[in-house]
Each structure stands twice: as structure tokens, then as C-alpha cells.
């Protein structure tokens, strides 16, 4: 049973670096045959999926353009860790965000809703 | 990108009674590397994060009740719920997973008549 475990500040300020940490238990982040995403629920609740990263010999990106340019996605092998840097946030990065793992998204971290306020 | 365009958006059901979400993708979403459309549904209750119920269309995630099913081809798929229970108030997404970005429907709120 995989389990995902969030961390993260629940408050950024305008034109920081949001950063989020996703603890890995039950799998390997670099397994062959898991993705690891990174997805965001709007207060609206609309989800928009950011990005993925997945170890295939080497390790491959996929970000969403929308956030391409601001996005960083980072798999820590010694921590067994997903994380997650957006950076030059607006208050239109406030969102609960969430890590998952698959491409049909079978697991799911708990969220943490972030704010981008001063 | 994929839109996905579900219907309705909210949906008032009887206890007992069926309930039938609609999913559109504005492309075929068939993989022809696993024979499958690349099709998942998913449940999110208030405070939770979505949760997986169906993918590959049709397939039921372990521990998900048989009122559920999936179905659908091509570009049109549908999320059934045989029989309503009270436990099923929820919001429901449909997601491709065909090619990124993966895209998500809007969601259909399903509660009790």
C-alpha cells in the first residue's frame, strides 16, 4: 500500500518560491513503473494537474504549460521524496495542492492548502 | 489538450435510484500500446482528496462498491451508480490519461433527492 505524507508552509507571499515536499512510503520513487505527479484544486475546485517526473533508465519531466516557466519537480532517491518549487507566485497559485502517483492517479497525498497572501 | 466536459453539473438522485455522469473528451483517448481508453473517474469527498474509482474505462478500483460502473468508448464514457446510497454524495471527475497534460472534467455534484 502506497502512502503519500505532504509537508510544506500553508502561507506564501506574493513573488516567492512555493515549496512542498511529498514522503514516499510503501514504493521507490525511482520505480519502473510508477509516475509522480503533482496536482492543484483551485478554491473553485477545479483540479489542474502540474506535472510528473518518472525513472526510466533516466529521469523524465512533464510540466503543464501553464506553469512551465515557474516549475520545478525533484525526486530525492536517498529520501524516497517528491518535491514540488513554484516560484514567482501570484494569489492565483492559492490552491490545496496534492501529489499522486500512476498516470490513472491511484494514490493520492492528504493536501495542503496553500495561500499566497502578503 | 484534452478538454473534458462532463454533464451534468450537479445531479439530484433517490435513494435506491440510478445516477448517470456523462464524460466528453475532445479527442479519442483509446491507447493502442494497451488496448484500453486511458479513462479514470474519481470520487472527492469534502476535505479529502479525490480518490480512484474506475480507470481503463471500465475497471473498478479494489474496494469500490459493483453500484459503480464505467463504461464508454471513443470519446464519450459514462460513470453509473446502480442504485444510490447515502455514502455516494459526492463530487465526481472524470480524467484522461492518454497524453499530458492530464485534464480533468469539471466535476458533476451527485446528491440525494
Known amino acids: 500500500q502506497v502512502q503519500l505524507q505532504q509537508s510544506g508552509p500553508g502561507l506564501v507571499k506574493p513573488s516567492q518560491t512555493l515549496s512542498l515536499t511529498c514522503a514516499i512510503s510503501g514504493d521507490s520513487v525511482s520505480s519502473t513503473n510508477a509516475a509522480w505527479n503533482w496536482i492543484r484544486q483551485s478554491p473553485s475546485g477545479g483540479l489542474e494537474w502540474l506535472g510528473r517526473?518518472?525513472?526510466?533508465?533516466?529521469?523524465?519531466?512533464d510540466y503543464a504549460l501553464s506553469v512551465k516557466s515557474r516549475i520545478t519537480i525533484n525526486a530525492d532517491t536517498a529520501k524516497n521524496q517528491l518535491s514540488l518549487h513554484l516560484n514567482s507566485v501570484t494569489p492565483e497559485d492559492t490552491a490545496v495542492y496534492y501529489c499522486?502517483?500512476?498516470?490513472?492517479?491511484?494514490?493520492w497525498g492528504q493536501g495542503t492548502l496553500v495561500t499566497v497572501s502578503s | 489538450d484534452i478538454v473534458m466536459t462532463q454533464s451534468p453539473d450537479s445531479l439530484a438522485v433517490s435513494l435506491g435510484e440510478r445516477a448517470t455522469i456523462n464524460c466528453k473528451s475532445s479527442q479519442d483517448v483509446f491507447s493502442t500500446t494497451h488496448n484500453k481508453e486511458s479513462l479514470a473517474w474519481y470520487q472527492q469527498k469534502p476535505g479529502q482528496p479525490p480518490k480512484l474509482f474506475i480507470y481503463?474505462?471500465?475497471m473498478r478500483e479494489s474496494g469500490v462498491p459493483d453500484r459503480f460502473s464505467g463504461s464508454g468508448s471513443g470519446t464519450d464514457f459514462t460513470l453509473s451508480i446502480s442504485s444510490l446510497q447515502a455514502e455516494d454524495v459526492a463530487i465526481y471527475y472524470c480524467?484522461?490519461?492518454?497524453?499530458?497534460?492530464?485534464?480533468f472534467g469539471g466535476g458533476t455534484r451527485v446528491e440525494i433527492k
Open positions: 480524467q484522461q490519461y492518454y497524453n499530458v497534460p492530464l485534464t
Open positions: 481503463w474505462a471500465s
Open positions: 517526473t518518472y525513472y526510466r533508465s533516466k529521469w523524465y519531466y
Open positions: 499522486a502517483s500512476g498516470w490513472a492517479l491511484d494514490y
